[in-house]
C-alpha cells in the first residue's frame, strides 16, 4: 500500500478521535436505570473493588448460586478508578466508589441510576445513612462500608495520659518527645482535613485563609514526623517506625489484633472530629450486565452476606440486618464508644469541593516542603 | 560442478539500465520501510496519537467534578508551571536525579570494567546476576528495602553494633538517593559494559608505552573511548530517577514533593489533568532536547 | 569461448556521484587479474557489481556470456573473498566453509565432505572446529578462501585478499593465491592498491582512478609503457620530466633541452617524460656513453638499500632519482658532485596527462 | 581478547579496589532480595517481624485464586507483549541500521519518545486513547471492543518495542554489514541471511532486549492501572492494592516463586546455549 493512503488513513482516524473525544465526554448517558427483575441474571458479573475488600469465597458463592462466573479486579485510590469508569468502556458492572467520589461521578454522569424494585434487600440499609449529602435520594449509590479516620496510639510506648485530640499530632507540648515518630496520612484532604478541624473548621472549608493557616500548621510540623503514609500507617506504629498514627479505623483494627498484644494499642476520633466515610456499591453507567448487578447488590444486602462481608474486612456495616450476625470480638472494636471521643455528630465527610479541590492539593505540597 | 548454475536461457534477463537500477533501489529501500513500518504504525497509533491527544488536554480546563472540558481552550496550565512551588521541585528533582546518576557511575564504571575484564563465560554469567534481583518486582524490592533500613533493620543494627552509634535511615533523602541508585545502577552499568568491552585493550596498553601511569591512561585514552557508554548510561539512569515516584513515597516517607510524585498527584489527586499533561508534556520535552543534543555531538547508542 | 567476465560501458552512479565511468573490461578464463588503483577509484565498486552486490547504472555486465548485471548475489556464479575476510564469527571454521554449499541445497553430508576437502586444500585440516576469533589472520584468510572456493565459482573474486597481514604472510599468501589459482583454472579477480602486489601476481592489470579505466594490460607492458602520467607515476617509481612535443621523435624538455622520444602525439602537446630510476644512470659530468640522452645535475641525497643506492640528483628545474645497482668495487660519488644522468632513448616512456 | 596478561592487567590497589567494588555492588543488589526470601518464610504477619519458619504464604500463595489469577494474567501479557516488541524492535532496528528509507529521520525521533516519558503521562495518554479508539471502532465499524487484558497488552508493546529496538540496534552497529553480503554471496537468500549469519550474531541483543520487555512488562503498575478493565489485574496491580492493605509476607511469596521461576528460565537457557555450541553446528 501507499504510503500516503496510510498517513491519510491515519490522519482520518485521528481526527474522529478528537471529534469522538469533544462529543463524547458531554453526553449524559446515565438518565435511565435497568429495567430488572429480582434475581434477573444478563451475564457473568464484573466487580471492580478496594484490593482485599471482598472475599473471593462470597463472590464464588453467588457465582455459584446463579450458576455464572465473576471477575474481580482492583485499584487503590477512586482516582485511579473513576477515569477508567468514566471515560467508558470499561467493561464494569459493580463499582465502590467513596461519598465525595460519587457525586463526582454522578455529575460526570458515569454511573447508572439504581432500580430499588430489582434491590428489595435495600430495606436494611440502616436509617443513619438516608440523606447522604453525595447522593441525596441514593438514586445511585448503595452504602458498602463505612469506618472513620482518627489517630492510633502505642500506649505502651506514649502512656494512656494523653488528651485525645488533634493536638497529640499537631502540638509540640503534648508530643515533642515523640519527634520522628509520628505519621499524618499522605493525603491532602485527609491531613488538611485533620489540620482544619483542630484549628476549628470545617474540613471542606474553601476559604483560602482558613486553609493557608492549616498549610502552616502541617509545614510546622513536617519536621517532626517519620513520614506522610497511607499505605503503611498501621504497620508502622505496630512495627516501632512510629508511635502516633493517623489512619483509617479498620486498618488500625485488623492490625492491632495481628499483634501480640492488641490491648497496648488504642484507636480513636479526636474530640475535635474526624472524618466519616463511607463506600458505596454503584453501577458503572455504561455496564454490559446491568441486571446481574442489581442481582448481585441485593444478595450483598442479604444479612448474612452482610455479615460476612464485614468479618471478613473489619469495617463498619451500613447493613442493620447485619449486625446480629457479626463476630464476638469485632464488636468490641468497631462499637466502642471511646472510639468517638466527640460523639457521631462530630464526624464529617469530605465533600468534593470543586475547583478548591486544586487549592488543597498544592497546599499539601507546599506544606510538605 | 557450480552451485549456481547461471540464468537459464528461458529466464526472463532483464537488461542493465538507469531505470532497473533505480527500481532495485527502490525496492531496498520499500524493503527498508516495510520492515519499519510495523512498528512505525504500531507507535503512531499507539503512541503519537495519544500523545497528541494529551497534548490537546493540557490546552483544556479542569471542571469543577475534577473532569476535564474540551472546551475553553487556554494556556493557564502552562503559566501554572513558573509558579515558585514547581520551580523548586523541578530543582529539587533534577539535583535529586543528577546525584543519583553521579553516585551510578562512580560505582557502575569501575563495576562494568570488572566485568568486561573477565573471561567470556565468567562475564556472561556475571552480567545474569546482575540482572536477576530485578526480575521481582520493584515495589517489591523497594519495600525490602524499607525493612532494612527501617529502625530495628539490619543496617540500623549493624551501625550500633559497630558502634557508630544509632542513625536514623528511613525517610531521609539519604534513603530516597539509595533506592534510587538501587534502582537505577543496571541502567547504567550494561551500556558502561558494552562501551568498555568493545575497547580494544590494546590501545591501553599503547598508552602505558607511553608513559601514561594507570590513571593517566583512564583519564586520556579509556574514559574517552567509553564515552558513549557514559552518555547513554547517564541518560538513562538520569531520566527515570526525574520521573521517580515509587521511591520517594516510599523511602523518603513522602516528605519531598519530587516530579514525578507531583505529576502524579496531578492525575490521581487534584484531579487537574490539564495541568499534569502540559507538566509532563514540558518534561518529556525537555528531556527530548536533551537527547537530541547528545544524538547531535555525536552519541548513537542509547 | 566467451570470456569469463566482460563489462561494457558499465557505469555506476551513487546519486551525483559517478564511481564508474563507462568501463569496458574483459576478463578472460583462467586469467589472474588484477583491478589496481588508490582507494577510491571505483575498483572496490566494480567488484562489487560482479559480486551483485550493487548493480550498475548502465551498461552490460556477462560472465560467461550470460547477462548477469540484474541478477542479486545469490544468482551468479561467482564468490568473494572479502577485506577482513568477514568470517561468521559464531560459526566454526568446518560451518563456515559449508555454508555456501548449505545454502545451495547440496545435502548436508555432501557438504562437509567437500568442506574437509577444500579444508585440507587450503592447509587447515585439523581446525575444523576452531572459531575465526581463535586464528591467526592468516589462517583466517585460508578460511575465506576455502569458504569462497569450495563453491567452485567460476570466477574468484577477492577484496584487498592480503590487506590485512604483515610483510612476511603477504608473500607466502601470494605465492599460494598463485598456486590455487593455477591449480583451479579459473579467474581471480582481485582488487587491490598495492602495486607492487598486483605487478607480482597479476597477469593483466587493468589501472583506475577517478572512476576510470586508464590501462589495462600486461605488467610488464603497464610498467614499461604507461599511458600516461598517473600509471606512470602510480606503478613503480618514475621521474616525469614535462616537456612539449616537438616532433615524432623528439620532445623539447622544460629548460630546453632537446631529448630523443618516440611519440605518436601532435607537435606542441604538454607531455612528460618518464624515466624510470633504475634505467638512469650516474656518469662523471659530460661522459656520455654514444646514442644516449644525459642531462646534468648535482648529487643532493644517497640513500642505501643494501642491493642498490638511490641518488637524488639537483637538476635546474627539478630533481630526480636514479637507481645504482650495487657492485663490488663500484665507485660511489658524494653528495655535492657533479654529475650527468644519462639513458638510452628506448628507457623512456613519454605520457599525457 | 588473548588471555596471555599484559601491563595494564590491574594489579595491586587498582585490582583490589576492583574486586571489593564488584562484590560490595552484588552485596547491594543481593541484600534486598536476600531479605526478601528470609521474611517469605517468617511466621508473622508483619514483615520485617520475624516470627518463626513457616510455609504458610507460600500454601495462601497457591490457594488464593486472586493471586494465581493475577499472576497467570500478568505472565500472559507479559509473553504476548514480549514476543511482538521483540519481532517488531528487530524487524525496525534492521531497518533503521541496515537500510535507507523516506521518514526514517522521524521515525527514529518517534522510537525515543516513549522511553522518555513519565510513566503517568503515558498512562493518561493511553486511557484517554483507548477510551475513545474503541468507541471510534464501535460506532464506526461496529466491533465491540472491551478493555482489559487486550488493552493492557497493546499498552506494554507500546512501551517495550523501543526499548527492544533501540538494544538490537547497538547490537547491529557492533556487527560488520559485511557478514550479510558474504552471506548473500553465498547463495544464500535474504531470509536466509538474516536467519543463519544476522540473527544468530545479534541473538544476544535480541535476547537482552527481550529480557528488558519481560521485565518492563512483569514491573508496570501505572499504565496497567489506567487502561485495565475486567480480568486485566496484573500481579503487580494486585500487589500496589495488597500493600495498601498492608504488606505481608504473601507479597514476599510471591516473588520469590517469580524469582525462582525466571531463574530456572535463564539456567535452562544457558544450558541449551552451551550444549547447542558444543555440539559445534551452525
Not at chain 4, 518492563?216 to 494486585?238: A, K, N, R
Request: aromatic residues 10%; negative net charge.
Amino acid at each position: 500500500m501507499n504510503t500516503k493512503h496510510w498517513l491519510r488513513l491515519l490522519a482520518g482516524l485521528f481526527t474522529l478521535t478528537l471529534l469522538a473525544a469533544a462529543c463524547g465526554s458531554d453526553d449524559d448517558e446515565s438518565s435511565g436505570g435497568a429495567d430488572c427483575e429480582v434475581g434477573e441474571i444478563d451475564g457473568d458479573l464484573a466487580m471492580y473493588n478496594w484490593a482485599e475488600y471482598i472475599d473471593e469465597e462470597q463472590l464464588q458463592e453467588f457465582a455459584d448460586e446463579y450458576g455464572i462466573s465473576y471477575s474481580l479486579d482492583s485499584y487503590d485510590s477512586n482516582e485511579a478508578m473513576q477515569p477508567i469508569v468514566s471515560e467508558g468502556g470499561s467493561g464494569f458492572d459493580v463499582i465502590v466508589p467513596s461519598d465525595y467520589m460519587v457525586s463526582v461521578m454522578i455529575s460526570a454522569g458515569s454511573l447508572m441510576l439504581l432500580n430499588y424494585d430489582a434491590i428489595p434487600n435495600s430495606s436494611n440499609l440502616s436509617d443513619d445513612f438516608s440523606n447522604l449529602y453525595f447522593d441525596p435520594e441514593g438514586g445511585y449509590s448503595l452504602p458498602y462500608q463505612w469506618g472513620t479516620t482518627g489517630i492510633a496510639v502505642n500506649t505502651a510506648v506514649v502512656g494512656t495520659d494523653f488528651p485525645r485530640s488533634w493536638g497529640i499530632i499537631f502540638d509540640p507540648a503534648i508530643s515533642g518527645q515523640f519527634d520522628g515518630q509520628i505519621q499524618l496520612l499522605n493525603d491532602p484532604r485527609e491531613t488538611m482535613g485533620a489540620a482544619l478541624k483542630y484549628l476549628g473548621y470545617s474540613m471542606n472549608t474553601t476559604s483560602e485563609d482558613e486553609l493557608a493557616e492549616a498549610t502552616e500548621l502541617v509545614a510546622a510540623t513536617a519536621g517532626r514526623l517519620a513520614a506522610f503514609n497511607t499505605d503503611s500507617a498501621d504497620e508502622f506504629l505496630t512495627s516501632g517506625e512510629t508511635v502516633i498514627a493517623h489512619g483509617y479505623s479498620g486498618d488500625m483494627f485488623v492490625q492491632f489484633l495481628e499483634t501480640d498484644n492488641p490491648g497496648d494499642y488504642v484507636y480513636f476520633v479526636p474530640e475535635e472530629g474526624g472524618t466519616r466515610w463511607i463506600d458505596n456499591f454503584a453501577i458503572a453507567h455504561d455496564a454490559p450486565h446491568p441486571c446481574t448487578a442489581h442481582t448481585f447488590i441485593n444478595w450483598m444486602y442479604g444479612a448474612d452476606q452482610g455479615a460476612a462481608l464485614t468479618n471478613w474486612n473489619y469495617y463498619n456495616t451500613p447493613n442493620a440486618a447485619a449486625v446480629a450476625g457479626l463476630d464476638e470480638d469485632l464488636l468490641d472494636f468497631v462499637n466502642d464508644p471511646a472510639v468517638l471521643a466527640g460523639g457521631v455528630d462530630s464526624l464529617e465527610a469530605l465533600e468534593d469541593t470543586g475547583d478548591f479541590e486544586v487549592n488543597y492539593s498544592d497546599a499539601f505540597v507546599e506544606a510538605k516542603g | 560442478m557450480t552451485a549456481v548454475e547461471a540464468p537459464e536461457a528461458d529466464e526472463e534477463v532483464l537488461e542493465v539500465t538507469p531505470e532497473f537500477e533505480a527500481a532495485a533501489e527502490r525496492q531496498e529501500r520499500r524493503r527498508g520501510f516495510l520492515l519499519a513500518l510495523p512498528e512505525f504504525g504500531y507507535l503512531t497509533l499507539f503512541f503519537a496519537v495519544p500523545l497528541v491527544i494529551v497534548v490537546v488536554y493540557s490546552f483544556a480546563t479542569r471542571n469543577r467534578f475534577g473532569g476535564t472540558d474540551l472546551s475553553g481552550w487556554n494556556v493557564d496550565s502552562y503559566v501554572k508551571l513558573a509558579e515558585p512551588l514547581v520551580r523548586e521541585i523541578f530543582f529539587r528533582s533534577v539535583w535529586l536525579a543528577a546525584l543519583t546518576t553521579v553516585i551510578c557511575l562512580v560505582i557502575g564504571y569501575p563495576f562494568a570494567y570488572y566485568l568486561a575484564t573477565r573471561s567470556l563465560r565468567v562475564r556472561n554469567v556475571m552480567l545474569v546476576f546482575v540482572m536477576i534481583p530485578f526480575w521481582t518486582n520493584f515495589l517489591v524490592r523497594n519495600y525490602a528495602w524499607r525493612v532494612i533500613l527501617g529502625n530495628d533493620g539490619p543496617l540500623t543494627k549493624t551501625t550500633e553494633f559497630v558502634g557508630l552509634g544509632e542513625h536514623e535511615y528511613l525517610f531521609t533523602q539519604t534513603a530516597v538517593v539509595l533506592g534510587l541508585v538501587y534502582g537505577f545502577l543496571p541502567f547504567m552499568i550494561l551500556p558502561l559494559y558494552a562501551a568498555i568491552e568493545r575497547i580494544d585493550r590494546r590501545l591501553l596498553e599503547a598508552s602505558r608505552d607511553l608513559y601514561a601511569n594507570g590513571f593517566q591512561s583512564f583519564r586520556h585514552v579509556l574514559l574517552p573511548l567509553s564515552m558513549p557508554g557514559v552518555i547513554a548510561g547517564s541518560i538513562l539512569c538520569f531520566i527515570p530517577s526525574l520521573g521517580a515516584y515509587v521511591t520517594p513515597e516510599i523511602l523518603g516517607g513522602a516528605k519531598t514533593t519530587l516530579l514525578g510524585s507531583y505529576i502524579v498527584t496531578q492525575f490521581l489527586t487534584a484531579r487537574n489533568w490539564p495541568f499534569g499533561a502540559a507538566m509532563s508534556f514540558v518534561l518529556m520535552a525537555i528531556m527530548l532536547a536533551a537527547t537530541v543534543v547528545y544524538f547531535r555531538k555525536g552519541g548513537r547508542t542509547l | 569461448m566467451s570470456a569469463a567476465v566482460e563489462l561494457t560501458a558499465i557505469t555506476k552512479r551513487f546519486g551525483d556521484v559517478v564511481a564508474v565511468d563507462a568501463i569496458d573490461l574483459v576478463i578472460e578464463d583462467g586469467e589472474f587479474f588484477a583491478l589496481l588503483g588508490p582507494s577510491g577509484c571505483g575498483k572496490t565498486t566494480t567488484l562489487r557489481m560482479i559480486a551483485g552486490l550493487d548493480f550498475p547504472t548502465e551498461g552490460s555486465l556477462k560472465i560467461f556470456g550470460d547477462e548477469v548485471g540484474t541478477l542479486p548475489p545469490n544468482k551468479r556464479p561467482v564468490n568473494t573473498v572479502f577485506q577482513n575476510y568477514a568470517l561468521f564469527p559464531h560459526m566454526n571454521v568446518l560451518d563456515n566453509v559449508a555454508f555456501g554449499l548449505k545454502m545451495s541445497s547440496v545435502g548436508k553430508a555432501e557438504a562437509r565432505a567437500a568442506a574437509r576437502e577444500m579444508i585440507t586444500t587450503v592447509q587447515l585440516a585439523g581446525l575444523e572446529a576452531r572459531r575465526p576469533t581463535q586464528m591467526s589472520g592468516g589462517q583466517q584468510q585460508r578460511v575465506a578462501l576455502a569458504r569462497a572456493l569450495v563453491n567452485r565459482p567460476k570466477v574468484l573474486l577477492l577484496d584487498e585478499p592480503l590487506g590485512a597481514l604483515d610483510l612476511k604472510l603477504r608473500q607466502e599468501m601470494q605465492g599460494e593465491l598463485k598456486r590455487l589459482q593455477e591449480e583451479l583454472g579459473i579467474s581471480f579477480v582481485f582488487v587491490t592498491h598495492d602495486q607492487e602486489e598486483a605487478l607480482t601476481m597479476s597477469d593483466r592489470i587493468a589501472v583506475m582512478n577517478e572512476g576510470r579505466l586508464l590501462q589495462v594490460a600486461t605488467p610488464e607492458e603497464i610498467y614499461e609503457k604507461p599511458v600516461n602520467r598517473f600509471v606512470a607515476n602510480f606503478i613503480g617509481q618514475t621521474n616525469l620530466l614535462e616537456g612539449t612535443v616537438e616532433n615524432h621523435d623528439t620532445v623539447c624538455l622544460a629548460n630546453g633541452a632537446r631529448v630523443a622520444a618516440p611519440s605518436e602525439h601532435a607537435t606542441g602537446t604538454a607531455v612528460a617524460v618518464s624515466l624510470r630510476p633504475e634505467r638512469a644512470h650516474i656518469r662523471d659530468r659530460g661522459d656520455i656513453p654514444p646514442g644516449e640522452t644525459s642531462v646534468d645535475g648535482i648529487v643532493e641525497r644517497i640513500t642505501y638499500l643494501g642491493n642498490a643506492r638511490v641518488y637524488d640528483i639537483r637538476l635546474d628545474w627539478m630533481t630526480m632519482e636514479v637507481r645504482e645497482e650495487n657492485r663490488p668495487g663500484m665507485q660511489v660519488c658524494e653528495p655535492g658532485t657533479d654529475v650527468s644522468i644519462s639513458w638510452d632513448p628506448s628507457a623512456i616512456s613519454v605520457v599525457t596527462d | 581478547m588473548s588471555k596471555q596478561t599484559s601491563a595494564v592487567e590491574p594489579h595491586g590497589w587498582t585490582k583490589f579496589f576492583l574486586h571489593t567494588n564488584g562484590w560490595l555492588v552484588y552485596f547491594f543488589f543481593y541484600a534486598p532480595i536476600l531479605l526478601l526470601v528470609v521474611f517469605s518464610f517468617s511466621d508473622s504477619r508483619n514483615v520485617g517481624t520475624w516470627g518463626g519458619w513457616t510455609l504458610e504464604w507460600y500454601a495462601e500463595f497457591a490457594e488464593s485464586r486472586n493471586a494465581r489469577s493475577a499472576l497467570s494474567t500478568s505472565l500472559q501479557i507479559a509473553l504476548v507483549s514480549t514476543v511482538v516488541s521483540v519481532v517488531l524492535g528487530t524487524m525496525s532496528a534492521l531497518a533503521l541500521e541496515r537500510f535507507e528509507f523516506r521518514g526514517k529521520q522521524v521515525f527514529d525521533a518517534l522510537l525515543y519518545l516513549p522511553i522518555i516519558i513519565p510513566d503517568v503521562t503515558m498512562a493518561v495518554m493511553l486511557l484517554l486513547f483507548f477510551s475513545q479508539f474503541f468507541e471510534l471502532l464501535g460506532t464506526v465499524f461496529g466491533i465491540e471492543l472491551a478493555k482489559g487484558v487486550g488493552s493492557i497488552t497493546l499498552s506494554h508493546i507500546a512501551f517495550s518495542i523501543s526499548f527492544v529496538s533501540v538494544v538490537v540496534r547497538a547490537r547491529l552497529a557492533g556487527m560488520d554489514s559485511k557478514m550479510e553480503e558474504a552471506a548473500l554471496d553465498l547463495y544464500a537468500t535474504r531470509w536466509q541471511a538474516f536467519r543463519y549469519v544476522t540473527m544468530p550474531q545479534i541473538l544476544p541483543g535480541i535476547a537482552g532486549g527481550g529480557l528488558l520487555a519481560m521485565t518492563l512488562s512483569l514491573d508496570d503498575v501505572v499504565i496497567t492501572q489506567f487502561v485495565t478493565g475486567p480480568g486485566g489485574t496484573t500481579l503487580p496491580v494486585y500487589v500496589f492494592g495488597l500493600i495498601r492493605k498492608g504488606v505481608t509476607p504473601l507479597i514476599n511469596a510471591i516473588s520469590v516463586v517469580m524469582l525462582v521461576a525466571s531463574m530456572l528460565l535463564v539456567v535452562l537457557s544457558l544450558l541449551l546455549e552451551r550444549s547447542r555450541s558444543g555440539s559445534g553446528t551452525a
